[in-house]
């Protein structure tokens, strides 16, 4: 079964400063994955996604992530955070291929001090 | 981008009442919608998936007669919490998909 465990329950970095959010997956086959983010009384928004091209995925707001076979791993990451980086991101893992069904890590609650 | 809405933003209903969530893709064509749950600073749970003119499928611990969901057409699905109750209250969640997986701002229930 697929599934994505996320090491971090809560990051917390000072403004400027590089962003590091852990994720790892399970995954009996080649996976889809995914990094949304979610602000307070917004809807998710897809930040990039992953689908077996290239390792490194960029993705909007300066953020990206490497897909590392070898260590089952998907760590999204910044090198300057915003204030307006301050949100819930969950690393998500797509079920089955050719279909649209996902399953969510825990989330990882990123604050931003200035 | 695609924008998926819902309606309504946040509603408090008396228990035992029935209350409806629509979920509608405002400018795009979606055959399928997903409902997800999401308790409080937990993770999402997929419900069920939606597809326009059929029966939704529901994962497994979902009663699909308490959560009825109709896809009457390409842009709207319905959730209906039938006699809810409170541990019903959450923040439920639905998403359409074109080539990516578009999410509405969610609708926060409280069952009184």
């Known amino acids: 079964a697929q599934s994505v465990t996320q090491l971090d329950s809560h990051v917390s970095v000072s403004e400027g400063t590089p962003v590091l959010l852990r994720c790892n997956y399970s995954s009996s086959y080649s996976p889809s994955l995914f990094w949304y983010v979610q602000h307070p009384n917004k809807g998710l928004q897809l930040l990039l996604k992953y689908t077996s091209a290239a390792t490194l995925v960029k993705g909007i707001n300066g953020f990206e992530a490497e897909f590392k076979k070898s260590e089952t791993s998907f760590h999204l990451t910044k090198p300057s955070a915003h204030m307006s980086d301050a949100a819930e991101y969950f690393c998500v893992v797509s079920v089955i291929v050719g279909t649209d069904k996902l399953i969510f890590g825990t989330g990882t609650r990123l604050q931003v001090f200035p | 981008g695609a924008v998926v809405s819902q309606h309504p933003s946040w509603v408090i209903c008396k228990s035992g009442t029935s209350v409806k969530i629509e979920c509608r893709s405002l400018?795009?064509?979606?055959?399928?919608m997903f409902w997800y749950r999401q308790f409080p600073k937990q993770s999402l749970m997929l419900m069920a998936t939606?597809?326009?003119?059929?029966?939704?499928?529901?994962e497994q611990g979902v009663e699909k007669d308490k959560f009825l969901i109709n896809h009457a057409s390409l842009t709207l699905s319905t959730l209906t919490v039938t006699s809810a109750h409170p541990e019903d209250s959450s923040f439920y969640i639905c998403s359409a998909t074109t080539d990516t997986q578009y999410f509405g701002p969610g609708t926060r229930l409280t069952v009184l």
């Open positions: 939606s597809n326009e003119g059929s029966k939704a499928t529901y």
């Open positions: 400018d795009f064509q979606a055959t399928t």
